[in-house]
């Protein structure tokens, strides 16, 4: 596969670029098998490309204080390998003082705190939760533009790109997203007309169906596994609601969660991939989610995300000139970490594997 990919990158490069999240490799770092300078050797030498995000408190040694000795070693090693910083991801931990919750001043001087730690570590963007109220968001947007960090809120699952209904669910995240977000982060940049402030969408946000390694977790998990296969079954036939109404009718001393149900019936979140077109100008990076990487039935060597929707987002993206990178991001081990370590996917090779289909798909 690293054959393949390395012919692709001989030839013209495209416009749009493809990195890395580290988070990719929690298991390898967990377990000792890879530190932070192994996964950019990785990304560098076997993918062939220079993008890299972290999730900044699992990266970072002691932040949000890190040493200056950390951030001199960072950035040795990320010019040895002439690797581009794209993405910090920051949480806010607005219980971070344990005798209160932040403030929103309070959060936003962790976010300005957050912009100076990205920009000494050579990011262009850090992403914020979608969670993240639009005014602290404003209130460290001068620091943003100070020290050249751009600040990118997230457009993750459930949240579409765009409000195809009225409707409120009675249950599930569905139920409290806010379809303002999106156009929040797009009425802050035209009323600042800053450059700083934008949005990172997560593939997630085209997911179809749920992954193959979720309906397994699933119902490994289970009280009764056939609740599961009627939640699956049923899923584009009836509404979340009527499907968790009917799921406790059928198995009332059922001990499945909402947060279960909803992983299995993504339907009602999911964008169309033509809504990616009118917010293309507000994306400073995009999140490569995915689970579980397979062959193509037919293709040796081709691989695909059998329940995201990749493809025609990837054309509608190149049709508009988008430049900026997708970063992969693999969460399929969470699926899996019941099994122990020897039921883990190999992280390196799922990477590995959603590469050769980015390249392809990008026209490497």
Known sequence: MSERMNTQSQNKPAAIKRGVSLYSYQQQQFFEKMDWKDMIREVHDNLHTDGIEIIMDSIVPRYPFPTEQFIYDWNNTMARYNMKAVTADVFLDVHQFRDHVMNHEEAALRLKNDIIIASKMGFENVRTLSSVPIDVIEMALETAEKYGVRIGKEIHFPIPIKQRTQKKNKYGMSAVRDFRLVQQIIDLKEKTGSPFVGLVPDFGIFQHKASKVTVDYERRNAKYPEEVDFIVENRDK????????????????????????????????ISQPEDIVDIIPYILSIHGKFYDMTEIPGKPGCYEEACIDYENPVKYLKACGYEGYIDSEYEGQRDQQDMGYEGLADEVEQVRRHHEMLARLIGE
Not at 244 to 262: C, F, N, Q, R
């Open 238 to 269: 009836l509404s979340f609601d009527d499907l968790v109404d009917l799921a406790h009718e059928k198995y009332p001393d059922g001990e499945m969660t909402i947060t279960s149900m909803e992983r299995l019936a993504v339907h009602e979140s």
